[in-house]
């Protein structure tokens, strides 16, 4: 798994103020959004939840299991992040929450108009291919996912700001939630895209660019060869590349090596060095730098946690 992303620790709800022990809310009103801290004390099982507004979530501590869009439940864990649209219903278990250890997440809900006020000056003003259409937009079929270290970043400033006294704390917010839509959407795009461009070559440069990637991932991969491949710049590359994605083309590049990595190491049978080589490493010891930047810990260990 990647590296984790953490939300900063969140004070719990002193006892004699809690009016539930199941999903006990605390809420902070602001002039677009609602900042929500829910946090359970006791096992309980297929709560159901609905927000009726569109909903960022990150967990704080403990481990629910989660239901929704009809999908197989799955388990949400510190580090990780889920985005809800409004009136969607969930249906939450609490198997592990405890007095002594409770669960406890943080729920930023927007307004839906202002949602789409973002998507339309976006659209309008900052379309980040102008020879090609890429909509921005919020896709809720990548609706659970791990923090990278931007999403995390801004989640806990809008903690701060929410839970503020601040009189400006409005201004401020408003300028974090657009950030973190843009930061979302980056990544989104960014999944998607490389899924597309498995399947489809040349439907558009984005596609092109990302499966030439993946073909010559073995490879060195010279930027000044993508560039000409999506007919622009080396300037013009790394800047629509990173309006497109939200990081330069090196960084997705060594992320994908990372990903094939994790794949080889799996055989106990191939060695450090072999994998840095077959992924396209040049230097062994900037692979083990990569990797441990990456996952947590270096390659070696990494493969010694992997089970027979």
């Not at 990903?259 to 077959?278: F, Y």
Request: glycine share 2%; proline share 4%.
């Amino acid at each position: 798994m990647p590296v984790k992303n953490y939300i900063h620790q969140i004070e719990l709800t002193p006892p004699e103020q809690l009016d539930t022990l199941v999903e006990n809310r605390r809420v902070f009103n602001l002039q677009n959004c609602e900042f929500n801290v829910f946090e359970s004390y006791q096992q309980a099982y297929r709560v159901p939840l609905r927000f009726n507004d569109l909903v960022i979530s990150s967990m704080v501590r403990g481990k629910k299991v989660v239901r929704i869009f009809d999908d197989p439940a799955f388990e949400y864990l510190p580090g990780e992040t889920a985005i809800v649209p409004a009136n969607e219903p969930m249906f939450i278990d609490f198997p592990e929450a405890r007095f002594s250890d409770p669960t406890q997440c943080v729920a930023l809900t927007v307004d839906s108009s202002y949602v789409d006020q973002i998507l339309r000056y976006l659209n309008e003003y900052y379309n980040c291919d102008k020879y090609e259409s890429n909509e921005w937009t919020l896709r809720f079929n990548q609706y659970h996912f791990t923090n990278d270290n931007e999403i995390s970043g801004i989640i806990n400033k809008l903690i701060r700001i929410c839970s503020s006294g601040d009189k400006t704390k409005n201004i401020f917010a408003d300028l974090s939630l657009k950030e973190l839509f843009i930061r979302l959407m980056q990544s989104q795009r960014l999944t998607q895209a490389t899924l597309e461009s498995a399947n489809s070559t040349n439907s558009n440069r984005m596609q092109y660019v990302l499966h030439y990637i993946q073909e010559h991932l073995l490879e060195k991969i010279a930027i000044d060869e993508l560039s000409r491949k999506a007919y622009l710049s080396r300037n013009m590359f790394f800047k629509w590349f990173k309006e497109q994605f939200g990081i330069t083309p090196l960084e997705y590049i060594t992320r994908e090596r990372i990903r094939l990595a994790r794949q080889l190491l799996a055989d106990k049978q191939n060695s450090v060095t072999s994998v840095s080589q077959q992924c396209g490493f040049t230097d062994v010891n900037y692979f083990i730098r990569a990797f441990k930047k990456a996952e947590g810990i270096t390659p070696k260990n990494w493969q010694s946690t992997i089970t027979d």
